[in-house]
T-cell receptor
Framework: NAGVMQNPRHLVRRRGQEARLRCSPM?????VYWYRQLPEEGLKFMVY????????ESGMPKERFSAEFPKEGPSILRIQQVVRGDSAAYFC?????????????FGPGTRLTVT | DAKTTQPPSMDCAEGRAANLPCNHS???????VYWYRQIHSQGPQYIIH???NNETNEMASLIITEDRKSSTLILPHATLRDTAVYYC???????????FGPGTRLSVLP
């Protein structure tokens, strides 16, 4: 049973370019979460999605960042016009979304470097 | 904000039990206690979770006090590969994100 898949694992972008990060949840999971980890800091929640719906985007920066989880295909975190401060590890997690205890399983992350 | 308090760092001798404490004095009746760890810069790894009963799986044991205001994660025979940052998180089970605090950096020493 494959775990959470993220690609690319490493992404280098110049300032002003767009970054697209993809996340395929575990089989049977319909809930996806995105987190960001800046160098030497803890993980910070960004956005929580179910299929075709954004449930909670309270952690998303107001500008340049967007996320989607279409009916078919992976979840996408999009960062437009990247700046050096966007350099970080971006982790995706998935869960079943049902049941009382709803552990999340994390992917290996995408390391974004903005030059 | 994280609702838990953990020591910033701990050492443990290889082969010994590692006991990692966590205080969550404001925990609500419907909140679970979850433990994750992050080895180097990898994605966080789920370890165990519980509501009020003690739990055990192939990785660890979780001891929750009767008043649920604190818990202890036990790694029964720590190895060098258990060196990581361990996060204790309290959360309602369904549909909420995790709030990660600074965690405990466990160093397993040879």
């Amino acid at each position: 049973n494959a775990g959470v898949m993220q690609n690319p694992r490493h992404l280098v972008r110049r300032r002003g370019q767009e970054a697209r990060l993809r996340c395929s949840p575990m089989k049977g999971h319909s809930h996806v979460y995105w987190y960001r980890q800046l160098p030497e800091e803890g993980l910070k929640f960004m956005v929580y999605l179910q299929k075709e719906n954004i449930i909670d985007e309270s952690g998303m920066p107001k500008e340049r960042f967007s996320a989607e989880f279409p009916k078919e295909g992976p979840s996408i975190l999009r960062i437009q016009q990247v700046v050096r401060g966007d350099s970080a590890a971006y982790f995706c997690a998935s869960s079943q979304g049902v049941g009382k205890s709803n552990e999340q399983y994390f992917g290996p992350g995408t390391r974004l470097t903005v030059t | 904000d994280a609702k838990t308090t953990q020591p910033p760092s701990m050492d443990c001798a290889e082969g010994r039990a590692a006991n990692l404490p966590c205080n969550h004095s404001t925990i609500s009746g419907n909140e679970y206690v979850y433990w994750y760890r992050q080895i180097h810069s990898q994605g966080p790894q789920y370890i165990i979770h519980g509501l009020k009963n003690n739990e055990t799986n192939e990785m660890a044991s979780l001891i929750i006090t009767e008043d649920r205001k604190s818990s202890t994660l036990i790694l029964p025979h720590a190895t060098l590969r258990d060196t990581a940052v361990y996060y204790c998180i309290v959360r309602v089970g369904y549909g909420q994100n995790f709030v990660f605090g600074p965690g405990t950096r466990l160093s397993v020493l040879p």
